[in-house]
Structures are given as C-alpha cells and as structure tokens.
C-alpha cells in the first residue's frame, strides 16, 4: 500500500501567479485560430509547469520505502530511500517563523506552530521529516498510523 502526501507546490506564489496569467494568455492566443496559435502552445506549455508541479512524500509501506518527489500531475520524480535506517517515529512540536523585508524597509513577521511527523535514527541524531500538520490530534492519529504501517516504535525525541 502506498500513501502520498503533496506537501507544497514547487514554485512560490509570486510565480504561480504570472504562470496563471500566461496560462490564460496562452488559451487566449490558441483561440484566436491564427498564426498566434503557435504562440499560444509554447506559452500554455511554459506556465503549465510554474502552475501544477508540486512536492510531496510518497510512502510504500509494503517495500519500507519513502521517497520525496517532484511531481507534475503524475509523473513524480525523486529517489527512493529504505526505512530501515530509521526505527523509531516521532512528533515535533515546532514553532516557525517567517520573514520579510521589501524594498521600502516595511517588514513582516508571521509565525505558527506545526506538528511534525520524522522518522529517527538509531540515535535520534538524523531525522528525515514526513509532513507537518497544524492540528496535534490529526498528527498523533497519522503518527500512529505511520508506526504501526512500517512497524516503527512511536518515541519521544531525545538525541543521544
């Protein structure tokens, strides 16, 4: 059984938006039924990648595996890596923080807290996160779910 988790897209907002607008440029150009049309494909075909390429984490709880991809509607690209070397799971409780400066010296701060779901060596020293979730009661149920899938022991993370 196999369970994929798109964390983010790939490409910022502040790309994603100019590649929205050549997507619809591009439809605009294919209709218009003349020699833009050509246009139009080259631009569709650009800003298809800006809009829809997406991160994410693929577990294969049959093979023990887990790959981090990239991925465009289906094809998702990336390495796979045994569990092996990680026994145990565990949930941070993290606070992040975000920040910016525009040119015009106005800056912003936004900070939130996450539940993270790792997997943990042997010594607790590598971790190699699963997904982030915002509410603990869902990141405990799919921590447990996570353990008992690949049979790793659910711990408390303290490196050794």
């Known amino acids: 059984m196999k ?4 964390i983010k897209p790939l490409f910022p907002l502040m790309f994603r938006i100019p590649g929205i607008t050549l997507f619809i440029s ?3 150009f294919i209709c218009s039924f003349n020699k833009t049309s050509i246009l139009g494909v080259v631009i569709l075909l650009v800003s ?3 809009i829809f390429t997406k991160t994410g984490i693929l577990l294969d709880f049959n093979k023990n595996q887990i790959k981090n991809y990239i991925g465009l509607f289906n094809i998702k690209i990336g390495k796979w890596q ?4 990680y026994p145990f799971i565990t949930l941070l409780h993290l606070n992040l923080t975000s920040r ?3 040119i015009s010296g106005l800056n912003f701060t936004d900070k939130y807290k996450v539940y ?3 997997l943990l060596s042997e010594n607790h020293r590598e971790k190699l996160k699963i997904i982030d979730f ?4 869902k990141a405990t149920i799919e921590a447990e779910k996570i353990a008992e899938s690949f049979n790793l022991k659910f711990v408390k993370y303290s490196p050794k």
């Open 48 to 50: 298809i990648p800006i």
């Open 116 to 118: 993270r779901i790792s």
């Open 100 to 102: 910016g400066e525009s």
């Open 3 to 6: 369970t994929d988790y798109k």
């Open 26 to 28: 591009g439809i605009i």
């Open 134 to 137: 915002s509410e603990l009661n």
């Open 82 to 85: 045994l569990v092996d070397n």
